[in-house]
Every structure is written in C-alpha cells, then in structure tokens.
C-alpha cells in the first residue's frame, strides 16, 4: 500500500458501532467524505470498510473552551496533531484477505474488528474490484463510489432474484436510476421487463438530470424492446414508434381489479363486496350490466334479492362510471391486450407500456393491477409444469411499477397480487421492481422482503427509517442517507451487493455514454455502426 494513501490510525470501536480512526498529522480532515472507502490493515485480517462520520477532537479540553489565537499561524500549526486532531466513524463490513477464508471463499462479512493502532488506508481500485467485481457479461457498471474514479459494478442475475425497490424523494433521480437499471438488465439479459410507465420516460425517449431529452429502452435495444401505448394519439405527437394499441374491454375487468381502487373511487366496504354479489348475478358482463341500471322498481327488486342497499349501490355506481369514461375502456376489445404481452415476454421481448396523458392514478392501479394479475398466473402455471415436467424454467419476470405505495400500503399489500409477489420472493421467476417517493407508505412486510434497495435522498425521517428498517448498522447507515446530495448521488444495498455502497450514478444521455448500452457481445466495430444508424 502507498504512503500517501494512509489515512490514520484505529484508536477504539465495537463489532456494532464500528471504530475510531484517529487521523495523522498529514491528513486533513477536510479531505474526508462521509461514504468513502477504507481498507484496514489488521494483525491477522484485512478489513474493508465505510466511513460514516467525521469529527474533531483535542487532546486538552481547555483549548475548546479556550482556543488559540488564529492570528498566530505558528501556534495554531504546533497544536494541530499535538493538541487537536481529526477523526473518523468507519463501520467495517468485510474482510477481504488475511485469513483462509477470505483467500479461498473471497470477501466475508466481518465478525471482529482490526486491533488498536491498525493502519487504515484509503481504498483503492483493485480494492473495489475485489469486493464489487468488475463489468462484464453478468455485472453492469452502476456508478462509481463517491470521490472515487473506480466503477461500481452490480450483479445482474443476483439483483433480479428478489424484489427490488428504487427511493427517494421528488427530483432526486429515481426515474434516471430506474432507467439505468432496466437498460442493465436488457444489455446482460438477465430478465425480461414488463414496465408500467406512468409518465413515459423509459420507451422511447426520457429525460435526463439535466432537463435534456435523452435516448430510453426502445432506442437503445430496437429488437429486444415492444412499446404498448393507452394513448395512441400522444404518442404519435411525440414520434413514438409503438408496437401495440392498448385497449380493454368491459368483459376483461374483474372485481379483484376494483377492490384494490377502492380508496381512489372512494368506495365503501359495502360496496366493494357488492362487486363479487353482482357478478355472480350477471357474469362477465357485469360492469356494463351494473352501470346501466336505473332508479327503477325491477332495479330495486334486484338489489333486494342481492342484499345490497340503495345507497351501496349508488356509491358504486359512481365507482364504476368513473372507469367507463376512461377512453382506453370499450365494451368489447378486438384484441386481449394480456395475450399480447404475453406473447412478447415469452419470446424474450421486454414490453414497456405508456399511459400518455392518462396519469391519473385510477387509470393506471386498474392497467397495472389487472395486467400483472393475469401474467403472473401465467408465470404460475409455466414454472408449475416446468417442475412437473423436470424442464426449464421461463425467463425470469421483473415488473415495474411506479407510485409503489398505492399497491402495496398496509391496507391493501396483502391483498394484491404486487404484494404476493414481493413476499414469495421469485416463487415463481417473478419480481418487482418498485419505485417511490413515499417508502413509509408500503407495507413494513413488504419492504422487508424487498432483496436490494436504491434510495436517493429522503427528507422524511419516517421515510429514511423505513427504508433501512432491519438493516445492520442502521444508525450509520442513517447518516450517509442524510448526508446525499440532492441529485445524482445514492445508496444502494441489500441482497445484489455485498455491503452498502453511498454512489454517483454513471453519465447517461451523451453519444459517447450510449456506445456503453449495445449489447455486450456485439464487437466494438458493430456498436460503432449501431450508434451511428440509430443516432446520427
């Protein structure tokens, strides 16, 4: 290890709270940044860690209550590292070397901390390499540690095993990072994406950090990229190139659909149960069937022999015109939109659907919920046959959803189908991906199986509190989460990587960053012609 990357000195700690790094003379404390790596040099073990705090302490406590005169450049110099000095909270998380295991098995998490006087050293690049792995077929370049130049690599196949959630709050990045997530996942071919995007940013075009629009999913990956739309004439407008005409029919719409909109249609208990009584009374027409109904004695007698009163029925009546008026809902569908994306995933096209101008939340729980419900019993019965059969199992299924805690809030999680397959956990090659401003909002259980967590800065300390809830050093780890800057900074951890990691995510949105984006097995010569089709 060079000299100039000493740090310091290990003077205490704990296994929980971490150590005490006193810096050397040489080093300034201003140099020092919450969230950077270290390395420390043990007696028997190499220890990879994370700073979490940085602080000033002096040897005599009368120069705090008395300090030195600051005009007197001479003095001032003496007491520094004499009667003053710096210091650092670093939290250990792996032993990297050493010891046999970390030799043979590589990078373990620690069970003991570096003795008293152990060097510790910035981390350097085949550091990050040993822990983090460098990019190839399976790890995608991420971003690179904050103040650092070396790439932070995640684990595709590994992140896509569970679900996953991206947080932070409003103008902070979520939507930049999701983006960079997916295109991870299509350039590796880890998965196949279902994407529900509310506000059109990962089809065809985005926008960048910087308000600039920039090149999305179907740009980049033309052949491996079906984009659906539920408004045909906003895509056009914005030079959309769609694959798929969305539209639902009366018929397609079942009461599981409605009772998750029940806080957004503002209906009571009574009346979500009245939905199941009058669809056993008029089956798969029952939506068109209940809306038309009117004040009359034979609607009353109806009623009468469903047990549901007057006003149960008015109520819900209001529920179910609001979804008529929605333009994308017909009475009857010339093609069942849940067969045709079907038909994409299962040959390996990743399906991203527009809502367009259609952003009000009712529109997109009942799209989202109503898709995701019947792809996943899909997936079901594919993987159930598989294991009958001993054969392959089906691409693995990520599905994204925005405003996350509409779906899956203590009210509803257990209820939905999103909140199923967050708690079983790819029981059947299927996983979210969600993605909020609010992680107070979902459920505590869910969040609990959620394998890999991204969060850009949050304000709410309730929010900071659930996204890190059960996480091993939480208080530190609280503290790097308060201290990101307001954009293009996160932290990422969890199940995908081997210990949390404060990040800048990678330039996206210049020619020179999308000849990263081809897929991996294409020669640098066939990117450069690709890049140059598609963008010059």
């Given at each position: 290890m060079q000299q100039d990357n000493r740090l310091g000195i290990v003077v205490s700690g704990s296994l929980s709270k971490g150590v005490e790094v006193r810096l050397d003379n040489s080093t300034s404390v201003e140099d020092m940044v919450v969230g950077r790596y270290v390395t420390i040099e043990g007696q028997k073990q190499r220890f990879f860690g994370m700073i979490s705090d940085v602080s000033l302490g002096v040897t005599d406590p009368n120069l705090s209550l008395k300090p030195p005169d600051?005009?007197?450049?001479?003095?001032?110099?003496v007491l520094v590292g004499s009667g003053t000095y710096g210091q650092l909270q670093v939290m250990p998380y792996l032993t990297i070397g050493g010891n046999v295991a970390s030799i043979i098995e590589g990078p373990q998490?620690?069970?003991?901390?570096?003795?008293?006087?152990?060097?510790?050293?910035?981390?350097?690049?085949?550091?990050?390499?040993?822990?983090?792995?460098?990019?190839?077929?399976?790890?995608?370049?991420?971003?690179?540690?904050?103040?650092?130049?070396?790439?932070?690599?995640?684990?595709?196949?590994?992140?896509?095993?569970?679900?996953?959630?991206?947080?932070?709050?409003?103008?902070?990045?979520?939507t930049f990072l999701t983006r960079m997530l997916l295109i991870g996942m299509l350039q590796k071919g880890a998965c196949v994406n279902l994407v529900f995007d509310m506000h059109s940013e990962y089809g065809w075009a985005g926008t960048s950090e910087k308000g600039r629009t920039v090149k999305a999913l179907k740009q980049l990956f033309p052949a491996k990229v079906a984009v659906f739309t539920l408004d045909e004439d906003n895509s056009r407008r914005r030079g959309v190139s769609t694959d798929f005409v969305v539209r639902m029919g009366y018929d397609e719409i079942e009461p599981e659909d409605i009772s998750l909109l029940r806080q957004t249609l503002n209906l009571t208990d009574q009346a979500v149960e009245a939905v199941y009584q009058v669809k056993r009374r008029f089956g798969k027409d029952w939506l068109r069937c209940t809306t038309e109904l009117e004040d009359s004695e034979e609607t009353r007698e109806v009623l009468n022999q469903l047990n549901i009163h007057d006003s149960t029925f008015q109520n819900l009546q209001r529920g179910l015109n609001t979804i008529r008026r929605l333009p994308f809902i017909q009475e009857r569908s010339p093609n069942k939109?849940?067969?045709?994306?079907?038909?994409?995933?299962?040959?390996?096209?990743?399906?991203?659907?527009?809502?367009?101008?259609?952003?009000?939340?009712?529109?997109?729980?009942?799209?989202?919920?109503?898709?995701?419900?019947?792809?996943?019993?899909?997936?079901?019965?594919?993987?159930?046959?598989?294991?009958?059969?001993?054969?392959?199992?089906?691409?693995?299924?990520?599905?994204?959803?925005?405003?996350?805690?509409?779906?899956?809030?203590?009210?509803?999680?257990?209820?939905?189908?999103?909140?199923?397959?967050?708690?079983?956990?790819?029981?059947?090659?299927t996983t979210l991906l969600v993605i909020d401003q609010r992680p107070s909002g979902i459920d505590d259980e869910v969040m609990s199986q959620l394998g890999t967590k991204i969060t850009c800065l949050l304000d709410n300390e309730r929010d900071r509190d659930s996204v890190l809830a059960g996480i091993p050093g939480k208080g530190e780890l609280k503290s790097v989460l308060a201290k990101l800057a307001t954009k293009q900074q996160a932290l990422i951890f969890g199940h995908a990587v081997p210990m949390p990691v404060a990040f800048q995510p990678r330039e996206y949105g210049s020619a020179e960053s999308y000849k990263h984006f081809t897929d991996f097995e294409d020669s640098d010569e066939q990117s450069e012609k690709d890049i140059e089709e598609l963008w010059d």
């Open positions: 600051t005009n007197d450049s001479f003095l001032t110099e998490p620690v069970k003991t901390i570096p003795s008293h006087f152990a060097t510790v050293n910035l981390a350097q690049q085949s550091d990050i390499e040993l822990v983090f792995g460098k990019e190839d077929k399976e790890r995608f370049w991420i971003g690179n540690p904050l103040d650092m130049e070396t790439k932070l690599c995640l684990s595709l196949p590994e992140f896509v095993k569970r679900s996953n959630g991206v947080f932070g709050k409003s103008g902070t990045g979520k939109v849940v067969q045709q994306v079907l038909e994409y995933l299962v040959r390996g096209t990743n399906v991203v659907l527009e809502f367009g101008r259609y952003t009000d939340i009712t529109a997109y729980i009942l799209v989202a919920n109503l898709l995701t419900r019947r792809i996943y019993s899909h997936y079901r019965e594919r993987v159930e046959q598989a294991m009958a059969d001993g054969t392959a199992y089906p691409t693995p299924l990520v599905i994204t959803i925005e405003e996350a805690h509409k779906f899956l809030n203590p009210e509803v999680a257990k209820q939905t189908i999103f909140g199923t397959i967050a708690r079983e956990m790819r029981k059947y090659n």
